[in-house]
């Protein structure tokens, strides 16, 4: 067990370490550059195609575009979101803001790629559903002989399902809803494992009825959850946010120079460098939007259009929603509260309850976080099932083996909730983490393909 513990830390420092984080913010940079700044320069045509695109109609076998959308910002806005943004400030600072602010800018271009090659190399399956990804456009973009790496992300892709998708997803889920029901009755405290027992099994058997459906009934759920929690995250951040708003020039200040120079903003002591501000940001900003893992192009994939670039520019607005506008919401209700940040050591909950709990109250405040990350985590995990079926398609050829994947990932979700992740969510971790290299290398590999679509595409609409 050591020993696999060992090879896990080896191969996870590796898959997040800063190669693939150049290699990420890189490529992200690279596209922008190719293709003109879409993310600038598209920005308004983005904006009315997500506007306008309400009363679109979805085909057999397919999603409409929007309802695409909501099902990979289903899995993109998560847990990550709140956990992910307090443990970036955490670990590197207020500096580590600007930092992610960064991986989402270049981010919305990788998605736009990837959601395009997505809907360019898409198939249907044998039960007559579109269904796309890295693995389809690796084969069919790059050639067959590019076929091994295909399924290294297909491998790791339905084996990290159960990790970002399942485990990490229930265990936050339960650790809030716990820390809000001893905020009311501490008492609760000495019952947690049997509450637990109760958030995993009624989460099981309501999760169950929704991914039983397939991508039609998982995208109906997207698109009704997907409204209300963010509905409901945003005014609650934003009235944090209101009550706080004469220390925001100042927080400004501190995210800006503590991200070239955090020992300037939080003082020496504290041993914050400048490594930790960019690494923390980039990480974190990466790992809340999911820009160039090859995820969400699986949900997008699913859309009923025939326009590769208009689902693209869907892509990127899910970055730019989850990233600049979520994201961003957290991090300044967190740092403009005031709340003590121990930024060596430090429960990542904890920070956006007592953000919260400045303006709502320690009660209200926990119910108010522990309902967000609820619904936030419900979400990534339906999506995420749909992920680790369409992976397990490619990898045996067919549709009839997603009964029993489904069966193992609504037991993972009891499973989740009761027992410490441990090195199996670890082990998880690494192989989301790996399911980016085989993407990024198809992506780099067909961005000439993206840029001369995306010029027919905008000439067109001209």
Not at 92 to 104: E, H, K, N, Q, T
Not at 314 to 322: K, L, N, S
Request: hydrophobic residues 50%; glycine residues 12%.
């Amino acid at each position: 067990m050591q020993l696999i513990e060992s090879v896990n830390s080896f191969l996870n420092n590796i898959v997040w370490g800063w190669p693939t984080m150049i290699l990420l913010v890189g490529t992200g940079i690279y596209l922008s550059v190719r293709m003109g700044m879409p993310q600038v320069t598209r920005f308004r045509t983005m904006m009315d195609t997500c506007l306008t695109s309400r009363g679109e109609r979805s085909s057999k076998g397919s999603v409409n575009p929007l309802q695409a959308l909501a099902t990979a910002l289903a899995a993109t806005v998560g847990t990550g979101n709140i956990v992910g943004c307090s443990g970036a400030i955490i670990s590197g600072g207020p500096g580590a803001v600007f930092w992610l602010w960064i991986s989402g800018i270049f981010g919305m271009c990788t998605k736009f790629s990837e959601v395009t090659l997505a809907v360019k190399y898409r198939r249907k399956n044998d039960a007559g559903e579109n269904v796309g990804g890295p693995m389809y456009y690796i084969t069919d973009g790059l050639g067959k002989n590019w076929k091994w790496l295909a399924v290294i992300f297909a491998i790791a892709g339905t084996v990290a399902s159960f990790g970002i998708g399942c485990l990490s997803q229930i265990s936050s889920m339960t650790t809030a809803i716990n820390t809000a029901i001893t905020a009311f009755v501490p008492g609760a405290a000495d019952h947690t494992d049997t509450i637990s027992l109760v958030i995993g099994i009624t989460a099981a058997i309501v999760l169950g009825l929704v991914i039983i459906g397939g991508i039609r009934r998982i995208a109906l759920a997207a698109q009704t959850l997907i409204p209300v929690m963010s509905i409901i995250y945003v005014v609650c951040s934003v009235i944090v946010i209101l009550a706080h708003i004469t220390s925001l020039p100042a927080v400004l200040a501190s995210i800006f120079k503590g991200a070239f120079s955090p020992k300037a903003v939080i003082g020496g002591a504290v041993g914050i460098t400048l490594k930790n501000a960019v690494s923390s940001g980039l990480g974190r900003g990466l790992f809340s939007n999911e820009a160039g893992q090859g995820s969400a192009p699986i949900a997008h994939a699913g859309t009923s259009t025939e326009e590769p670039v208009k689902q693209g520019l869907f892509g990127m607005f899910e970055v730019f929603f989850d990233t600049i506008v979520i994201c961003t919401l957290t991090c300044l209700a967190v740092l403009m509260s005031g709340v003590g940040i121990e930024y060596v050591t430090g429960d990542k909950n904890v920070l956006p309850i007592d953000a919260f709990a400045t303006v709502f109250g320690d009660k209200f405040g926990s119910l108010s976080v522990a309902l967000s990350l609820l619904l936030f985590a419900f979400t990534t995990m339906i999506t995420w099932s749909l992920y680790g079926v369409r992976c397990l398609e490619f990898l045996t050829g067919s549709s009839r083996f997603s009964g029993i994947y489904k069966v193992i990932f609504i037991a993972a979700v009891v499973y989740g909730a009761t027992v410490p992740l441990g090195l199996a969510y670890r082990i998880s971790d690494t192989l989301n983490g790996i399911m980016t290299i085989p993407n990024l290398v198809a992506v780099l590999g067909l961005s000439g393909t993206v840029t001369q679509l995306a010029k027919e595409y905008f000439s067109n609409k001209k």
